[in-house]
DNA sequence: CATGAATGAGCATTCATTCAT
DNA sequence: AATGAATGAATGCTCATTCAT
């Protein structure tokens, strides 16, 4: 309840063992199954912990959930943050490319979880999903308009979607077993687009 | 309504108008709020059937579900293989692009649950959902191979998924009501991606 | 409809085939699997009629299982009649026993049907068995009582009971797969217990 | 309901006081009316828990059965071991029988599911009970064994399912109102039988 | 902090019955 | 005489949530 300062988290003193455990349990399961189909019995047992522990911590699985997305979409949006300043454009977009990548490969559960409610037009997350959505368009749109315009005269608003959808789905690919194709690969194909914007 | 000989039924005897109620009410329903929190009453209601008539037509919520994806990918694979036998391998690609535009506007419903259930390992209709995602890429990377190869030296199947992902999220893109953007400015975004891919 | 005389047979002009099939297909089920546990639909596919003809036939699954007691019964009682008038009282028994374990043989479903029914208060058909067990205890008392009084003063009421019961199981037994053990055993160890009631 | 140390529960920890409410309410349900008709919202109201509460407790309405069936066979069998091992053999028999006239006067509703399920192929218990009826035969056969071989040449194996079913069936008749036949007779009668073995 | 027995509204499914043909 | 699509009340079961400890 204490209201001083913390230097590293803002996390509350309620981050605890149990609230930790149940934060990665509801991630897997969340992944696997979908939110719909996790019961919090099921969270509950892969956290090792008791089923009302759940409520002790979080009040609702609506709102452990909750929680899950709010976590996820702070960490995408720091890692984007970073490249994004860099110095030069070109290598801004690439490098928010590649941690689009690296933050799809760890944050699947997340991602699988944003892209299915988000259309839902009765979801308990879907406006704050639909407001994530329209923060990182708007991330993208700034940076490409720091590459200058498209010959082609595509407008950059446009395109962040198209960019947003392709390296979105190239980094779920992945996921489904397509090991064998490299990660560079996948890079050079969405840089490979970028150009084409700009042609 | 008449009672002449009738040599045929117009439709399969089991494409009874319940069952194509049905599927009209279940795919509005499951795309608003999906498939689990669908109920069948509220299906059998909007269909303005009972509710054993779910039942004695698909035989469970998730058959009826099933043909609902069945019947979405049927639509899909004919508006994309017609297009796809254009003799100009561009004009090809650019039909894809069109049609699947078109289609999402239309199938929405289906295309939100394609991609929600798709990542699920433990979806009833997950192993459905990924043959048919495979079928798609082949079907890109066929007209992407009509191109030639692409002058940076991007596999086609590496970039099959990356212009699937930006069509399919540039077109459920349209149906969170960005109305403002003209579908011809969401082909000419595409249509650029495809000409980065070659340079 | 007509009423005129018919020579044979007690049925009505309604046994038809679809009757006769459908009685057939609903002993083996219900013998199988008990009368609430049987669908409709199993015992009109089992017979190879439409679901509406038991409707037609019987009116509803109640009656056409009312009609299965009923036949089974009037066959039950007809077969121990026959032995019961024999002269000779200890073969009018033995005949009993004998016409009693065929029976059973032949109509295990009837007899798990009534053995079943026969103690629940509720049962659709409860009263109509528990008059069926006093006719055939009567019956046996009869018989008995051509015996002679029992040396040990017990009386022929009770051992009806016991005589009835130790046969009843004894009959059904052979049904569980207990074939080793020839007719003539069970008859042999049921007639031992005739001698033991007079001795 | 002191709150003083307690150095062990006087039940398993899972023999909570809903579980023993339950116990008691189906036994009588399905005695009254079977094991399908009755439904779990009845058990539930006559328990004076919720519906719920069954679910927790026993995970389905076929395993709460089952918990009854083997509840009821444990008494059983503890009852009839104890004359089984008189030393006398023929007052081993005769204890046996009084034990079990008694055990069917309380657990009715036992025995009546017991005989409708044991001979049903499809049943959910239907091996359990066959597999107890074999167990009792077997210790029938012993305290037969112990009398000596009968004169008659009658199998003890043979006799045991005879005796068994004279017994059941004689208790059983108690059941239905036949009040005025004293258990004393009833015991002679099967006593009787015994004698027509040995003879 | 944490627990887990108990709850009850909600849901998928079953199935006897009806009826238009 | 027979059919089978349609019905809806009834039922077993699930699961988020509560609360006494």
Redesign the interface.
């Known amino acids: 309840m204490s209201t001083t300062a913390r230097h590293r988290h803002a996390t509350s003193p309620r981050t605890t063992a149990s609230r930790a455990r149940l934060f990665t349990a509801a991630m897997d399961l969340v992944?696997?199954?979908?939110p719909?189909?996790v019961t919090v019995d099921e969270i509950a047992a892969a956290a090792g912990v008791a089923k009302g522990t759940v409520y002790y911590q979080f009040g609702s699985k609506n709102e452990l959930i909750r929680g899950l997305i709010d976590h996820g979409y702070s960490v995408m949006r720091d890692e984007l943050l970073e490249p994004a300043s860099a110095p030069d454009p070109m290598e801004a977009i690439e490098g928010m490319i590649r941690e689009t990548l690296d933050f799809l490969d760890e944050y699947?559960s997340f991602a699988?979880l944003w892209?299915?409610?988000m259309?839902?037009?009765?979801?308990p997350w879907g406006e704050q999903l639909?407001q994530m959505?329209r923060e990182i368009l708007a991330l993208i749109c700034q940076s490409l308009a720091r590459l200058g315009a498209?010959r082609?005269?595509?407008?950059p608003?446009?395109?962040a979607?198209?960019?947003?959808?392709?390296?979105?789905?190239?980094g779920?690919?992945a996921?489904?077993g397509n090991d064998e194709?490299p990660t560079e690969?996948?890079v050079?194909?969405?840089m490979?687009?970028?150009?084409?914007?700009l042609?």
Chains 1, 2, 3, 4 share one sequence.
Do not use: N, Q
């Not at 259309?119 to 979801?123: C, D, R």
């Not at 082609?152 to 407008?155: A, H, K, L, W």
């Not at 490979?192 to 914007?197: D, E, N, T």
């Open positions: 992944g696997d199954v979908g719909d189909k699947g699988k892209h299915s409610e259309w839902l037009v009765e979801s639909r959505r498209s082609s005269g595509i407008r608003e446009v395109f979607i198209t960019l947003f959808g392709a390296t979105y789905i190239t779920m690919d996921k489904l194709i690969d996948r050079a194909a969405l490979a687009i970028v150009r084409g914007y042609s």
